[in-house]
């Protein structure tokens, strides 16, 4: 709706902002927002993905969290310890010694 309206990018962002601090999206109500970008328009969904928004921050950061662990893996398969990995990665010791039972 925010797309279509076609509001200047000040408004657009105090909107949006508005919404990801009091209005945020439980998981089911993120997947049926996903289901309606998928809908629209080429223009119209690359506008919306535009958006600041905490679903794109969240997979950033879970992202993130896969390398760390990916480059965790790579270190313990040379043994190094697990203190340096940790150092390294910013992952804790039980996640570390998880991925170590992986192997």
């Known amino acids: 709706m925010l797309v279509k309206m076609e509001l200047n990018p ?4 105090l909107i949006n902002g508005f919404f990801e601090t009091y209005l945020k999206l439980n998981e089911s109500e993120e997947k049926c927002l996903m289901e309606e970008i998928k809908q629209l ?3 119209e969904a690359e ?10 921050e969240k997979g950033i950061q879970e992202g993130e969290l896969e390398a760390q662990k990916k480059i965790a893996l790579n270190l ?11 150092r390294a990665t910013n992952l804790d010791y039980a996640e570390i010694e998880e991925l ?3 192997l």
């Open 10 to 13: 000040a408004k657009t962002e």
């Open 41 to 43: 328009d080429k223009d």
């Open 47 to 56: 506008q919306v993905l535009k958006l600041p928004n905490s679903w794109r």
């Open 76 to 86: 313990l398969k040379e043994g190094l310890p697990i203190e340096l990995i940790s």
């Open 100 to 102: 170590r039972g992986r």
